[in-house]
């Protein structure tokens, strides 16, 4: 298993946004995992994200199943298309377009850090 | 070979006091009187899940509360594809020989065994524990994401997706057991609730009590019958964030296959029995399994093609959108209308021809795939 060291991120409270990259293959990956899901190959390398990207997606939600998240409705789920070239879920601003260039922020969520995207010109 | 020889449904909506077993036990009860067995010859059986009542081994649980002890017995969870991929493996395991008669069944108090946010919060469990579920995402989120995406890519409206709420509600209108019987138009649609924008109220399947049942068997046991003319799966991701690209998403591949398997082609399909979650799922389905190209599923729907009296006549109980949708069960009722469908017993719902019918079942955010041609034979 790995000693490489992790880089926190969002998903343990840290502002930043992390991927995965291949040493192998060169494949990259979003869902941390100890391994390459495209060839199997051990400890991909950490690598922090630029936070820059394009909407790729957008919902508005309306209605929220917690008293946590209802308290921030409506709130826009996005897909994101970052520039390094995987794909994730965050929040934005809610007049954002697909094809609009964002740039990423931190912002608290129902008691957690999460990535929101902001549009740039 | 195998054949669907019996179908046993209730009504969809609320059971006041109904457990999941019970709604289980009444829709098996009635799929294994339809095939004209008695309980002690079914020697397989498959279940789905239970949201509200989960356990490890629901087969077994359900086994002996109906008061049967199968050769072969396990639960299946693919989300809503799990009908289907029941109706698969029962159709595998009489071909093997493992078992003569398979009960496929499902139910569950969804409705009213727990508060609707309850229901939400434990579906929107499908999504990433780290990267997704964080950010508050729902059922209905999921799928807004991918109808902006389609919508966007296809140029697809809100009032196309509209379309497919009005059909399957005029298709609900005449059957007793659907949950939701008042008409409704484009309008109604386009001024319901926001829920997960572009999706609104009534772009959304309800949450609802209700069973479903299905018998599969080696051999015919009667004069009409319904025979599994082949099937396949594909599974190309669980979560929204690791979907493939819209127009390689895995209904393509599944029917593709399903095609191969069954030597059909859809030019051949009579009837289509399609998932409908959102009007989004159905729209991307149709166009994903060859029904209609690309963006044009809605002006096929507003032509009158999808209805009873159209050309392919399309979940003529009303679907999960209006018939409703109980969990494993939802997706259930669309094999047992195609097989009351093509043995000519849909009462005044029959279509002209259901000779041969298209079916497929859609689980977690498109993610898992179950396609299926099944075809009457005397």
């Known amino acids: 298993m790995s000693e490489r060291k992790q880089l926190a991120d969002w998903t ?3 502002e930043a946004i992390v991927y995965q990259s291949c040493a192998r293959c060169g494949s990259l990956q979003y869902f941390r995992r100890s391994f390459c899901s495209a060839c199997g190959a051990a400890d991909p390398l950490d690598k922090r994200a630029s936070g820059e990207g394009r909407v790729y997606a957008t919902t508005l939600v309306c209605r929220a199943a917690t008293p946590e998240t209802r308290a921030h409705i409506p709130y826009n789920i996005i897909l994101v298309d970052t520039a390094e070239g995987f794909r994730m879920m965050a929040h934005g601003d809610n007049d954002l377009c697909i094809g609009d260039k964002v740039k990423a ?16 010109k | ?11 969809y909506g609320r059971h ?8 289980m036990s009444k829709a098996a009860a009635l799929a294994i009187a339809d095939a004209g067995l008695k309980r002690a010859e079914i020697d397989g059986v498959l279940c789905g899940y239970s949201t509200v009542s989960p356990h490890i081994m629901l087969a077994t649980v359900f086994a002996e509360h109906f008061g049967i002890k199968p050769v ?10 799990t009908g289907l991929a029941m109706a698969m493996l029962a159709h595998q395991l009489v071909e093997a020989g493992v078992a003569k008669h398979v009960l496929a069944v499902g139910g569950e108090n969804r409705l009213t065994g727990q508060s609707r946010d309850a229901s939400i919060q434990a ?17 209905p989120a999921y799928y807004g994401l991918v109808a902006s995406g389609y919508m966007h890519e296809f140029g697809v409206t809100q009032e196309d997706l509209a379309e497919f709420a009005v059909l399957m509600r005029k298709h609900a209108l005449t059957h007793r057991g659907a949950q939701f019987r008042e008409a409704i138009s484009v309008a109604d649609v386009m001024a319901s609730k926001p829920v997960a924008l572009p999706l609104k109220l009534l772009d959304c399947c309800p949450v609802s009590d209700g069973g479903a049942a299905f018998v599969v068997s080696r051999e015919t046991t009667s004069e009409i019958s319904v025979r599994v003319r082949g099937c396949a799966q594909a599974h190309t991701h669980q979560h929204v964030t690791a979907a493939p690209p819209l127009s390689e998403l895995g209904a393509e591949i599944a029917v593709a296959r399903a095609k191969q398997a069954a ?3 859809i030019s051949d399909v009579r009837y289509a029995a399609v998932y409908d979650s959102f009007t989004i799922t159905l729209a991307m389905l149709l166009e994903d399994l060859g029904l209609a190209g690309r963006g044009e599923a809605a002006s096929r729907a507003r032509s009158g093609y999808f209805s009873r009296h159209g050309e392919m006549p399309l979940n003529t109980h009303g679907g999960l959108l209006s018939y409703g949708h109980c969990g494993v069960g939802g997706a259930m009722a669309h094999l047992v209308e195609t097989q009351l469908q093509m043995t000519g017993r849909a009462a005044d719902r029959q279509v002209r021809d259901a000779s041969l019918a298209l079916l497929h079942g859609d689980g977690g955010v498109l993610s898992s795939h179950v396609t299926m041609f099944l075809e009457r034979v005397r």
Do not use: N, W
């Not at chain 2, 072969?72 to 594809?81: L, M």
């Not at chain 2, 469990?125 to 729902?138: A, F, K, N």
């Open chain 2, 263 to 265: 030597r059909v082609a």
């Open chain 2, 1 to 11: 070979m195998s054949f669907i020889t019996g179908v046993g449904l209730t009504a």
């Open chain 1, 105 to 120: 922020r931190f912002a608290p969520f129902a008691g957690r850090l999460i990535p929101y995207f902001e549009k740039t």
């Open chain 2, 16 to 23: 006041e006091g109904c457990s999941s077993l019970d709604l």
């Open chain 2, 72 to 81: 072969y017995a396990h639960a299946v969870q693919v989300g809503g594809a």
């Open chain 2, 123 to 139: 579906l929107a469990q499908v999504g990433h524990p780290d990267y997704e579920v964080p950010l508050g995402p729902t059922i």
């Open chain 1, 12 to 14: 343990t409270g840290a």
